[in-house]
């Protein structure tokens, strides 16, 4: 996969699971924290 590409099905996937364990969206903890990364770095 291009490294610089946005997965946003993959984001997508882990942003429902996230939420449905009971994750808080935000902070650093939250759901976005480990998924920032790629969706900022994508082109």
């Given at each position: 996969m291009d490294n610089n590409k946005f997965d946003f099905g993959r984001f997508k996937v882990e942003a429902i699971k996230g939420l449905s364990s009971g994750k808080p969206i935000n902070g650093?903890?939250?759901?976005?924290?480990?998924?920032?990364?790629?969706f900022l770095e994508a082109s």
């Open positions: 650093e903890n939250g759901i976005f924290a480990p998924l920032m990364k790629p």
